[in-house]
Nanobody, 128 residues
Framework: EVQLQASGGGLVQAGGSPRLSCAAS????????IGWFRQAPGKEREGVSC????????NYAGSVKGRFTISSDNAKNTVYLQMNSLKPEDTAAYYC?????????????????????WGQGTQVTVSS
């Protein structure tokens, strides 16, 4: 059974630097791209970042580029999202998801509709 477990959210002050984790199980990690997405109340889910486990390619939404860093530990089947310089507009539920054969060298893989498996969200609330 494919499982994705997101964690690391919480209440953070503006400018803070939390790290989200996505622990994956039930599939061959190296064959998949893992994406981070977020959804704020009343808004559509949007792609934040993704990483291809096979070649390490990454991609970022323009709104987080330079502030967020995605990385993976293939030995632990875990993907991380280091979030720096948080802003109140980063407040959202953050989800991780997986798609087989994805290559994050293309921003195409920031589209939520491509992903087959989803974890539960972890809430990040940024106070000003």
């Amino acid at each position: 059974e494919v499982q994705l477990q997101a964690s690391g959210g919480g209440l953070v002050q503006a400018g803070g630097s939390p790290r989200l984790s996505c622990a994956a199980s039930g599939f061959t990690f190296d064959d998949y791209a893992i994406g981070w997405f977020r959804q704020a109340p009343g808004k559509e889910r949007e792609g934040v970042s993704c990483i291809s486990s096979s070649d390490g390619s990454t991609n970022y939404a323009g709104s987080v580029k330079g502030r967020f860093t995605i990385s993976s530990d293939n030995a632990k089947n875990t993907v991380y999202l280091q979030m720096n310089s948080l802003k109140p507009e980063d407040t959202a539920a953050y989800y991780c998801a997986a798609v087989r054969g994805g290559y994050c060298s293309s921003s195409y893989y920031l589209m939520p509709g491509l992903y087959d498996y989803w974890g539960q969200g972890t809430q990040v609330t940024v106070s000003s």
